[in-house]
């Protein structure tokens, strides 16, 4: 008996000294797996929180943990409303990150804690569109309402698992609207790897504007002296350059690195080496979306300048009130990922390209943008566009096979946004959720309800 207890006695003395020794190497080295969990969890809080006035545990509740990945339930939060500061840890003291709050610029991860935010220029005041003038010119809607889509937007399989905006634009004007509970047509939503398609857009105007073309080469000075040299904008835009890039978000990852432990987001990207030749080889990266800004940015007379240009060249022209494009530690957009604005004015930018890049009669981007914005790169099969957006939906299967007219295109995100261009159709569609990937939803089947339903 006397051996069992000692047996018994050395097994919990082992194992409260290694739970003590894991509770220690979490606080003192924490993995980087760790660190990327509570960096997610801080900049999606803060910016839901300062920016959309939504509450923080709502928040970490339904956005951080529900989607289900283990580790983030043990994330806790600590907000500071004063400093506009939110930090997460995991079991409340582990692998600390934090993300701040800068007016007209929403949250930025701290991937760095040694560099301080720095006060950044003030912004052109957004331009706000009367609520008594119809959409898109005002931000009225109601008197288009297509009573036949009611039903539609109200069918739980057509909407999908997680809905928290749907904008159905016809003609022009705002025909159905729906909205989940806690959200309307003010909260600005974060739209993922849409933003890559306005930051396309945004290269698009300068390239318009003759500070830049696509066809430019020799991008940055690190790539001077090998063969990046030869990497061209327009290979960076359709996501074949030939730069490596891991884009897996099951662990820690070149993209995962970038977006939660990287302080210059465009220099890791930059640096990455070339294992094909351009033009040869797909591989989506959120990384050259972000090299694509550093190199527009780069075009402008000055930082400030570079920081005021979306919202002076594009959020303004197209009333786009609601828009904020985030910015990492060295203020370079991170235009592959965080581009927060409401359903209405992610409606904006649908009806923008469907209007061929022209907005109250003025051309924003060139027609031959526009053409590369609809035309399939060389290297994916017919499933990517050459300007940072969707020949398919969700999926990659062909619109076809859920009877979606067959010239649609796509701006799509992770966790279920899309916006659904058809211009055979006259036709956006707007769909905003927290939905992944893995419950197998399809916008294309509510787009082709909705498609089916309209008279034109």
Same mark, same amino acid.
């Given at each position: 008996?006397?051996?069992?207890?000692?047996?018994?006695?050395?097994?919990?003395?082992?194992?409260?000294?290694?739970?003590?020794?894991?509770?220690?190497?979490?606080?003192?080295?924490?993995?980087?797996?760790?660190?990327?969990?509570?960096?997610?969890?801080?900049?999606?809080?803060?910016?839901?929180?300062?920016?959309?006035?939504?509450?923080?545990?709502?928040?970490?509740?339904?956005?951080?943990?529900?989607?289900?990945?283990?580790?983030?339930?043990?994330?806790? +939060?600590?907000?500071?409303?004063?400093?506009?500061? !939110?930090? $997460?840890? @995991?079991? /409340?003291? #582990? %692998?600390?990150?934090?993300?701040?709050?800068?007016?007209?610029?929403?949250?930025?991860?701290?991937?760095?804690?040694?560099?301080?935010?720095?006060?950044?220029?003030?912004?052109?005041?957004?331009?706000?569109?009367?609520?008594?003038?119809?959409?898109?010119?005002?931000?009225?809607?109601?008197?288009?309402?297509?009573?036949?889509?009611?039903?539609?937007?109200?069918?739980?399989?057509?909407?999908?698992?997680?809905?928290?905006?749907?904008?159905?634009?016809?003609?022009?004007?705002?025909?159905?609207?729906?909205?989940?509970?806690?959200?309307?047509?003010?909260?600005? +939503?974060?739209?993922?790897?849409?933003?890559?398609? !306005?930051? $396309?857009? @945004?290269? /698009?105007? #300068? %390239?318009?504007?003759?500070?830049?073309?696509?066809?430019?080469?020799?991008?940055?000075?690190?790539?001077?002296?090998?063969?990046?040299?030869?990497?061209?904008?327009?290979?960076?835009?359709?996501?074949?350059?030939?730069?490596?890039?891991?884009?897996?978000?099951?662990?820690?990852?070149?993209?995962?690195?970038?977006?939660?432990?990287?302080?210059?987001?465009?220099?890791?990207?930059?640096?990455?080496?070339?294992?094909?030749?351009?033009?040869?080889?797909?591989?989506?990266?959120?990384?050259?979306?972000?090299?694509?800004?550093?190199?527009?940015?780069?075009?402008?007379?000055?930082?400030?300048?570079?920081?005021?240009?979306?919202?002076?060249? @594009?959020?303004?022209?197209?009333?786009?009130?609601?828009?904020?494009?985030?910015?990492?530690?060295?203020?370079?957009?991170?235009?592959?990922?965080?581009?927060?604005?409401?359903?209405?004015?992610?409606?904006?930018?649908?009806?923008?390209?469907?209007?061929?890049?022209?907005?109250?009669?003025?051309?924003?981007?060139?027609?031959?943008?526009?053409?590369?914005?609809?035309?399939?790169?060389?290297?994916?099969?017919?499933?990517?566009?050459?300007?940072?957006?969707?020949?398919?939906?969700?999926?990659?299967?062909?619109?076809?096979?859920?009877?979606?007219?067959?010239?649609?295109?796509?701006?799509?995100?992770?966790?279920?946004?899309?916006?659904?261009?058809?211009?055979?159709?006259?036709?956006?569609?707007?769909?905003?959720?927290?939905?992944?990937?893995?419950?197998?939803?399809?916008?294309?089947?509510?787009?082709?309800?909705?498609?089916?339903?309209?008279?034109?």
């Amino acid at each position: 008996m006397r051996i069992v207890f000692k047996l018994l006695k050395w097994f919990f003395g082992a194992l409260v000294a290694a739970v003590i020794a894991f509770l220690i190497t979490i606080r003192v080295a924490p993995p980087e797996l760790l660190q990327v969990g509570d960096s997610y969890a801080a900049k999606i809080a803060c910016t839901n929180v300062f920016l959309a006035g939504r509450d923080a545990q709502k928040v970490l509740a339904d956005d951080v943990q529900a989607p289900g990945n283990p580790i983030l339930k043990a994330v806790m +939060l600590d907000v500071d409303k004063d400093k506009g500061k !939110v930090t $997460a840890r @995991l079991l /409340g003291y #582990a %692998a600390p990150r934090s993300s701040v709050y800068r007016p007209g610029y929403g949250c930025t991860n701290l991937a760095d804690e040694a560099i301080a935010p720095t006060a950044l220029p003030a912004l052109p005041q957004p331009t706000a569109p009367d609520a008594n003038v119809e959409w898109p010119t005002g931000n009225h809607a109601g008197a288009s309402f297509d009573p036949a889509l009611s039903g539609l937007l109200s069918d739980e399989t057509l909407r999908g698992p997680g809905m928290r905006a749907i904008v159905v634009v016809h003609h022009g004007k705002i025909v159905a609207e729906t909205y989940g509970p806690g959200f309307d047509d003010k909260t600005p +939503l974060i739209g993922w790897s849409m933003t890559k398609t !306005v930051n $396309a857009i @945004l290269a /698009g105007r #300068a %390239a318009q504007m003759g500070l830049l073309s696509f066809d430019d080469k020799n991008l940055f000075p690190e790539w001077a002296k090998d063969d990046r040299k030869d990497i061209s904008l327009k290979s960076l835009a359709a996501m074949q350059s030939g730069l490596a890039f891991n884009e897996d978000y099951g662990d820690v990852s070149d993209v995962t690195r970038m977006l939660y432990l990287q302080p210059d987001m465009a220099k890791f990207t930059i640096s990455q080496p070339l294992v094909a030749k351009p033009d040869t080889q797909f591989n989506y990266s959120t990384g050259t979306s972000i090299a694509i800004a550093r190199y527009w940015m780069n075009k402008m007379p000055d930082k400030a300048a570079a920081l005021a240009f979306p919202r002076k060249e @594009l959020f303004n022209p197209l009333g786009m009130q609601s828009a904020v494009l985030e910015v990492d530690q060295t203020d370079t957009f991170a235009s592959g990922s965080y581009l927060y604005a409401s359903a209405r004015d992610w409606a904006r930018i649908g009806q923008f390209l469907l209007q061929d890049g022209i907005w109250s009669g003025t051309r924003l981007v060139s027609e031959d943008f526009m053409k590369m914005m609809r035309t399939a790169n060389s290297t994916s099969d017919g499933v990517y566009t050459q300007m940072q957006g969707w020949l398919t939906g969700p999926g990659e299967e062909p619109n076809a096979s859920f009877g979606v007219p067959a010239d649609t295109y796509w701006l799509q995100g992770h966790d279920g946004q899309t916006v659904a261009v058809v211009p055979s159709r006259d036709l956006v569609v707007v769909r905003m959720g927290l939905t992944p990937g893995r419950l197998g939803y399809r916008p294309q089947t509510l787009l082709a309800a909705i498609a089916g339903k309209l008279k034109d």
